[in-house]
């Protein structure tokens, strides 16, 4: 069959510029990958039978103080992400990067991204320099993307502040990344962000971060604490019900039937997480997974549902 990958990535040059500039290149503790192209792109697709593919920025943001330079990367790195859409309509689709933490500058890229050059979906960080997703302040951004019903997906960023000098500080993927996605997505589910726009459709990354693990402690405290008056109402079950989630990261199958807990396999993408995760790494995930999905029975019947069609559906794809 052939298999949608709903969570790549994209390393431009200009971003590796602007990440040297600032001494960025290594604020997650982790390298990027430098020899990433649209051409190894598709060869990786090529070999794990990978029909299409949404590239999107992943971390850090661009974004370090400086409003004009960021809009300028942003608008670079979409325009060379719409040229890739154009060279290989049938194969390639993008999320488009925004300026925030500056909202009318975020607004305003979002519309030209999605009216103009036709992206897929907008990526917003699990926070950008400190704002995160259900902040008051994003709240006109949120409007403008659902008029236009858009797919929205999260990528973890550094969280700000952070105590420097604990491990965790530096090699920032292995565990700060699903704090802070589970953060984000808490803080838009809490401030009822997720059913005020219910034409957005929102993808969580990393099989579903560290949500799956909360969420019963959540359900059991939310109660009491909206009794209270110390959270405003809002229906966790709902909401997590309305979430998609991808399965980009390790180990795929374990976490899979751990994610099955929180979401309905309707809402279920297939990510690779390339080139962060390596060619090699991402093909045997991928064949682990395959036969994984074939042989559970609870989750056969969904196999091509995660695999292909749940994708096919959200993003709307005539391939």
Known sequence: MNIIDAHSHCIFPEYIDLL????????DGFPLPKDWSIEKQLELMDEGNISWSMLSLSSPHPYFGNKKESI??????NEKLAEAKRKYPDRIGFGAC???PDVDAAIEEAVYALDILGADSIKLGSNARGQYLGDPALEPLFENLDKRHAVVNIHPHR????KEGIFTAGPVPVFEF???TTRAVLNMAAHGVIERYPHIKVIVPHNGSFLPNIYDRLKGVAGLLISQGLMDPFDVEKSFSMFYYDTSGNPVPVLLKFLLNIADPSHILYGTDYPFTPKETVLDNLR????YLENEPALSPYKHMILH???IRLFNLKI
């Open 20 to 27: 040297a500039k600032y001494k960025a290149l290594l604020e």
């Open 72 to 77: 300028r990367i942003c608008r670079q790195i």
């Open 98 to 100: 925004l300026p925030l």
């Open 159 to 162: 969280p700000e502040p952070q």
């Open 178 to 180: 699903l704090c802070d």
């Open 288 to 291: 682990t997974l395959e036969e």
């Open 309 to 311: 069609d749940n994708a």
